[in-house]
């Protein structure tokens, strides 16, 4: 029997459904394996500008369509924020298809009262700017560092050796790459501030982190393209979890220091869950 766990609200983005570099396995793995009130999908989920370089669409990733369908169909809300790499969508903002709700940046309350920004992010871009060369040299190195990372995979898997992304390590030994992050999250910040919110959600980055800065939350729900993975909010308290990849279940020592240092408490989960072995709470959200 499927073992299927609960939570109040899922938050998932950049699937990248379309393009190669989606760890789409393991996707399928949590969308299995998860059940919720609320699924908001933050952009990045149909990769429509890989799609236009270069078709490709397996039978796998119409299944992900499908699980997600389902779920609207059933008893789950859906909210489609689109982001950068289908914002194609964004055409459609305010419109319901399939009981799923496509807006352009919504507001979600916790169980707790809380009030958080869902967005997907790339508005920030004009504001974190660099050269255009710079951005061009940067946007061919990614991509050939996510086709070196779909190879350590392969042969990740064919060792039996742990899950663990050559290009997220590598990304965060670059100076450059670092403070990026961080002019990010400043400005994820800054725009739940101006709201009046009391936190943010968002995607884009490619990097999950769940941090309290001046008495506002900020989560970033990662992406299933280097590291795998989704927040959630469990259904009483109302706390935020990140729901953290094989990688980090595999270097539990190096992910219980960073925890602590964000005030994180681990909880535990499901052994059989691959795709979300390492689940951190917040207590301050």
């Given at each position: 029997?499927?073992?299927?766990?609960?939570?109040?609200?899922?938050?998932?983005?950049?699937?990248?459904?379309?393009?190669?570099?989606?760890?789409?396995?393991?996707?399928?793995?949590?969308?299995?394996?998860?059940?919720?009130?609320?699924?908001?999908?933050?952009?990045?989920?149909?990769?429509?500008?890989?799609?236009?370089?270069?078709?490709?669409?397996?039978?796998?990733?119409?299944?992900?369509?499908?699980?997600?369908?389902?779920?609207?169909?059933?008893?789950?809300?859906?909210?489609?924020?689109?982001?950068?790499?289908?914002?194609?969508?964004?055409?459609?903002?305010?419109?319901?298809?399939?009981?799923?709700?496509?807006?352009?940046?919504?507001?979600?309350?916790?169980?707790?009262?809380?009030?958080?920004?869902?967005?997907?992010?790339?508005?920030?871009?004009?504001?974190?700017?660099?050269?255009?060369?710079?951005?061009?040299?940067?946007?061919?190195?990614?991509?050939?560092?996510?086709?070196?990372?779909?190879?350590?995979?392969?042969?990740?898997?064919?060792?039996?050796?742990?899950?663990?992304?050559?290009?997220?390590?590598?990304?965060?030994?670059?100076?450059?790459?670092?403070?990026?992050?961080?002019?990010?999250?400043?400005?994820?910040?800054?725009a739940a501030r101006e709201a009046d919110l009391d936190g943010v959600v968002c995607g884009h980055i490619h990097?999950?982190?769940?941090?309290?800065?001046?008495?506002?939350?900020?989560?970033?729900?990662?992406?299933?393209?280097?590291?795998?993975?989704?927040?959630?909010?469990?259904?009483?308290?109302?706390?935020?979890?990140?729901?953290?990849?094989?990688?980090?279940?595999?270097?539990?020592?190096?992910?219980?220091?960073?925890?602590?240092?964000?005030?994180?408490?681990?909880?535990s989960s499901p052994k059989s869950r691959p795709a979300a072995a390492v689940t951190f709470a917040s207590p301050?959200?």
């Amino acid at each position: 029997m499927t073992h299927v766990e609960y939570h109040r609200t899922i938050f998932v983005s950049d699937l990248h459904l379309g393009s190669r570099a989606c760890r789409v396995e393991l996707l399928l793995d949590f969308l299995a394996h998860a059940r919720c009130d609320i699924l908001y999908l933050v952009g990045d989920i149909i990769d429509l500008r890989s799609l236009r370089r270069s078709f490709y669409w397996p039978k796998s990733h119409t299944e992900v369509l499908q699980r997600i369908l389902e779920k609207a169909r059933a008893d789950t809300r859906v909210v489609y924020v689109p982001g950068n790499h289908d914002d194609d969508f964004r055409a459609l903002t305010g419109m319901r298809f399939s009981r799923i709700e496509i807006e352009q940046r919504c507001v979600h309350t916790t169980a707790a009262g809380k009030r958080l920004l869902v967005l997907h992010g790339d508005e920030f871009d004009s504001t974190l700017k660099c050269g255009p060369l710079a951005a061009l040299v940067g946007h061919v190195g990614y991509r050939l560092l996510l086709a070196v990372n779909r190879l350590n995979h392969r042969l990740d898997a064919l060792m039996g050796r742990p899950y663990w992304s050559l290009a997220q390590s590598l990304k965060l030994r670059v100076g450059k790459a670092v403070r990026y992050i961080s002019g990010f999250q400043n400005a994820c910040l800054d725009a739940a501030r101006e709201a009046d919110l009391d936190g943010v959600v968002c995607g884009h980055i490619h990097k999950a982190d769940i941090l309290e800065r001046d008495g506002l939350v900020y989560c970033n729900d990662g992406d299933w393209v280097e590291k795998l993975h989704g927040a959630r909010r469990k259904p009483r308290g109302g706390s935020l979890a990140a729901s953290l990849g094989p990688s980090e279940r595999c270097s539990r020592a190096p992910a219980r220091r960073s925890a602590q240092r964000r005030g994180l408490t681990r909880l535990s989960s499901p052994k059989s869950r691959p795709a979300a072995a390492v689940t951190f709470a917040s207590p301050t959200c």
